[in-house]
Structure formats: structure tokens, C-alpha cells
């Protein structure tokens, strides 16, 4: 069946550091990928998303790149800020219900 | 667009009583929508998957004479916890997928902002 696994966190960064949260998958066809953020006390917000192979995804400087050859979609940012502070979910799917990774808690520090 | 909104977004209840959370999408048709459960700290677990006008699809291991669903129309989904008890608190969250329309996309799932469920 289809998984999706990230990176453990929580992640603590000072402010304007670089972000990689790592994502891996695995699944059967050619499934859409996505990231989430999730804020404290509130629902999921799509991030970005990709369709297909090679195909990048961006949004508030946060770009993920469909890998399929490693099959991967790392989330990175050239410069977090404290805003950026929330909880981070990889998940993928197409016609079928989306899959998430357990989410990653990043926490950026002034 | 693609907004799906939930109602309450928190709850507290005695243990013993039944709630109702509805879900709806707001400005467009939702021919699907899906209901997940989210612990503290903990990423999102589906419960079940409802289609318009029939009967829900639950996970394994999600009781479906405890979590009743019901979706009635293109843009309400219900979700009763009943004979609810402390171990059912948590944060409900549903999502919505479009029936393609208004260049929303077919297989993307737009979320609503959750419901906190407490119960005493």
C-alpha cells in the first residue's frame, strides 16, 4: 500500500537558517504529492503540491521537487522565519484518500 | 474558492451523550469527503470516506455503529460520535474533493479547520 515517512523532529531553527524537512514514499501508479503546514489549534493548509515527475511545487518560499527516482519530495526553504513555526505534513494520493507522514514539528527561535 | 468549513469547531460533552460535527464545502460541489482523527502531536488517521448519497467506507478498525456518518448532500457531511467517552476526545478533521468543477481539481482534498472534541 502507499506510506509516506518524514523526517523526525522537532526541528529547532534560528531565524533565516535553511529548512530541509525530508519526505519519502512509496506507491503504487503515479500519485500527486503534497505538503501541509498546520498551525497550532487549527486545520491542515495545503502548501504546495506536485503532480508529476520533476515537477516542483512552491508557495512562501517553501519548494519540494517530485522525485521519482529516489522517491522523495524534500520541502526546503532558503530562510525560515518564526511565523514559519507549525507542525509539517508530506502526504500523497490521487484518486484515492490522501496518505500522511506523521508530520513534523518545526519550531524557529528569534 | 475551496472552502470547507466545520461546525462547532470545539465541543465538550458529557461521556454517555452523543455530538454531531458537520462538515460542509462551501463554494463548491464535494462528491467525496473524508473524515480523519487526529491525536496530540500525532498526524492525521482516516476514519472513513463518504460518497454522496451512500453509505460510508470505514477503516479498519474504526467502529461504524460508534461513528455514525452521513452524507446527505453535495455539500454536508455529518460525523456523530455516539455514546461518546473520555478516549474518544480528539481533534476531527474532515476534508472535501471536488466533482471537478470550477477548475478545482479532481483528486485534490480541501480541508476544514477541525473540531475539538472533549468528553468528561
Known amino acids: 500500500g502507499n506510506s509516506v515517512t518524514q523526517m523526525e523532529g522537532p526541528v529547532t531553527l534560528s531565524e533565516e537558517a535553511f529548512l530541509t524537512i525530508n519526505c519519502t514514499y512509496t506507491a503504487t501508479g503515479y500519485p500527486s504529492l503534497f505538503w501541509y503546514v498546520q498551525y497550532p489549534g487549527e486545520g491542515l493548509q495545503l502548501l504546495l503540491k506536485a503532480t508529476k515527475a520533476d515537477d516542483k511545487g512552491s508557495n512562501k518560499g517553501f519548494e519540494a521537487t517530485y522525485r521519482k527516482e529516489t522517491t522523495s519530495f524534500h520541502l526546503e526553504k532558503g530562510s525560515v522565519q518564526v511565523s514559519d513555526s507549525a507542525v509539517y505534513f508530506c502526504a500523497l494520493g490521487r484518486n484515492t484518500p490522501l496518505v500522511f507522514g506523521k508530520g513534523t514539528r518545526l519550531s524557529v527561535i528569534a | 474558492g475551496a472552502v470547507v468549513s466545520q461546525h462547532p469547531s470545539r465541543v465538550i460533552c458529557k461521556s454517555g451523550t452523543s455530538v454531531k460535527i458537520e462538515c460542509r464545502s462551501l463554494?463548491?460541489?464535494?462528491?467525496?469527503m473524508f473524515w480523519y482523527r487526529q491525536f496530540p502531536k500525532q498526524s492525521l488517521m482516516l476514519m472513513a470516506t463518504s460518497n454522496e448519497g451512500s453509505k460510508a467506507t470505514y477503516e479498519q478498525g474504526v467502529e461504524k455503529d460508534k461513528f455514525l456518518i452521513n452524507h446527505a448532500s453535495l455539500t454536508l457531511s455529518t460525523l456523530t460520535v455516539t455514546s461518546a467517552h473520555p478516549e474518544d476526545s480528539s481533534f476531527y478533521i474532515c476534508?472535501?474533493?471536488?466533482?471537478?468543477?470550477?477548475?478545482?481539481?479532481?483528486?485534490?482534498?480541501?480541508f476544514g479547520p477541525g473540531t475539538r472534541l472533549t468528553v468528561t
Open positions: 476534508s472535501a474533493r471536488s466533482a471537478t468543477s470550477g477548475g478545482l481539481s479532481s483528486y485534490e482534498q480541501y
Open positions: 463554494d463548491f460541489q464535494a462528491t467525496t
